[in-house]
């Protein structure tokens, strides 16, 4: 099984800062990487797929890297919409996700 | 614009079967290149891969589920369907539905539904 490791679990920031989140993989999974954004009651949210590959219509405030097994996400210009819980995804290997990284208003 | 909605029992008594249907519009199941797929979201906890079914049938399950997972897929009613056997108060989740893109390596859900709440209760 390939695990995924986000950091960190819980971040505080306020409007218009920079975030980083990061994924570490227990293998190399090249760039077979997503980024999801989740929200309460609301349907998931694809942002970033292969890694850096902004989903259409996703702001380009986010932005995705890395390859093998450490990745980043980072939103450049925190917004008020943006407070949201982030998972990542490889598809090496099966579907695995990270446990998540909840981004909360500071 | 493609919606997909999950439906089915919101209570499941433990040892059942939980069963839920995933109903997609704006887009043929029978699309080459996306499988459908299940995800699931303990309370409190992280997402879970569950399976994927492509419109031919070919599936894929996670392993840890395998044993107790069934997919299958209905082209006239563009609807497919998830079942769980001998569920456990572990299974309470949010099960998600969701369209993969399944092609030249590239295999992420591109499109998900907003969820239904599966509790396994007595």
């Known amino acids: 099984d390939i695990q995924m490791t986000q950091s960190p679990s819980t971040l505080s920031a306020s409007v218009g800062d920079r975030v980083t989140i990061t994924c570490r993989a227990s293998q190399s999974i090249s760039s077979s990487l997503a980024w999801y954004q989740l929200k309460p009651r609301k349907a998931p949210k694809l942002l970033i797929y292969t890694a850096s590959t902004l989903e259409t219509g996703v702001p380009s405030r986010f932005s995705g890297g890395g390859s093998g097994t450490d990745f980043t996400l980072t939103i450049s210009s925190l917004q008020p919409d943006d407070f949201a819980t982030y998972y990542c995804q490889q598809y090496n290997t099966y579907w695995t996700f990270g446990q998540g990284t909840k981004v909360e208003i500071k | 614009q493609l919606q997909l909605q999950e439906s089915g029992p919101g209570l499941v008594k433990p040892s059942e079967t939980l069963s839920l249907t995933c109903t997609v519009s704006g887009d043929s199941i029978s699309s080459s290149s996306y499988y459908w797929g299940w995800v699931r979201q303990p309370p409190g906890k992280g997402l879970e891969w569950i399976g994927n079914i492509y419109y031919s049938g070919s599936t894929h399950y996670n392993p840890s589920l395998k044993s107790r997972v069934n997919i299958s897929v209905d082209r006239s009613k563009n609807q497919f369907s998830l079942k769980v056997s001998s569920v456990t108060a572990a299974d309470t989740a949010v099960y998600y539905c969701?369209?993969?893109?399944?092609?030249?390596?590239?295999?992420?859900?591109?499109?998900w539904g907003q969820g239904t709440l599966v509790t396994v209760s007595s």
């Open positions: 969701a369209r993969l893109v399944y092609n030249h390596g590239i295999q992420h859900f591109d499109y």
